[in-house]
């Protein structure tokens, strides 16, 4: 099955969705030891189970709102060689806001690599999409990801309670947005 959504090209990276094709590379990245404890408990079952229930959230994410997070590879590669993470926007239904994830493998982590996919995926939601906002969930002890946040220009405005935990909300608006070009 080809999962319907674009695909974004930046000066290094590829985004585009995922499909089940990239179920192992998927559960190796999520599962990595070095991951995991960052982000959200995935479903239950174990890494293989999870990550086909992540990935097929994804699907729907696609079908029913026209956003879920793209796998990121790099382009020198064809767009074709091994996954280095994904990034990418979800619809939230409880709190009614789009917001943007972003996780790279630890093998090419510190590369400026999320911020670059972040920008083009922020710049697709914004300008394609013509969403007016979207923010990031950040755990208040990632320093990383809040660097991120900050490269791409978004800002710390709220702390929310999630289902997994305490959030700060990085807001984003279009009508501040500088385009990643
Ligand atoms: C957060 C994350 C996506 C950043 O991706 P990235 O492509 O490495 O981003 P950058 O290269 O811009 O690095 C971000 C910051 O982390 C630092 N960093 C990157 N790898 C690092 C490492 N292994 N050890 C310590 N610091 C590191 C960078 O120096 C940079 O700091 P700066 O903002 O002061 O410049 C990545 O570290 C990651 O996937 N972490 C685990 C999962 C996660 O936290 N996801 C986000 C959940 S909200």
Not at 21 to 49: K, S
Not at 94 to 115: C, E, F, N, S
Not at 128 to 146: E, Y
């Amino acid at each position: 099955m080809t999962t319907p959504g674009p695909t974004l090209t930046t000066a290094r990276l590829t985004l585009r969705p995922l499909d089940e094709a990239d179920l192992d590379a998927y559960a190796t990245l999520r599962f990595h030891p070095d991951v995991l404890p960052w982000l959200a408990a995935p479903p239950g079952g174990g890494p293989m189970e999870a990550s086909a229930r992540i990935l097929a959230d994804y699907a729907t994410g696609w079908r029913d709102h026209g956003r879920a997070p793209f796998g990121v590879f790099e382009t020198a590669s064809g767009g074709h060689g091994p996954m280095v993470g994904y990034c990418g926007l979800r619809w939230l239904a409880d709190l009614g806001r789009t917001d943007i994830v972003w996780t790279m493998h630890p093998a090419t982590q510190g590369k400026g690599y999320a911020p670059e996919a972040a920008r083009a995926a922020l710049d697709w939601g914004f300008r394609t999409l013509g969403l007016d906002r979207i923010g990031a969930l950040i755990r208040p002890d990632n320093v990383r990801s809040q660097g991120v946040a900050r490269k791409i220009g978004l800002a710390l405005t709220e702390t929310l309670i999630r289902p997994y935990g305490e959030r700060g909300w990085w807001d984003g608006r279009r009508e501040s947005w500088k385009s990643a070009g």
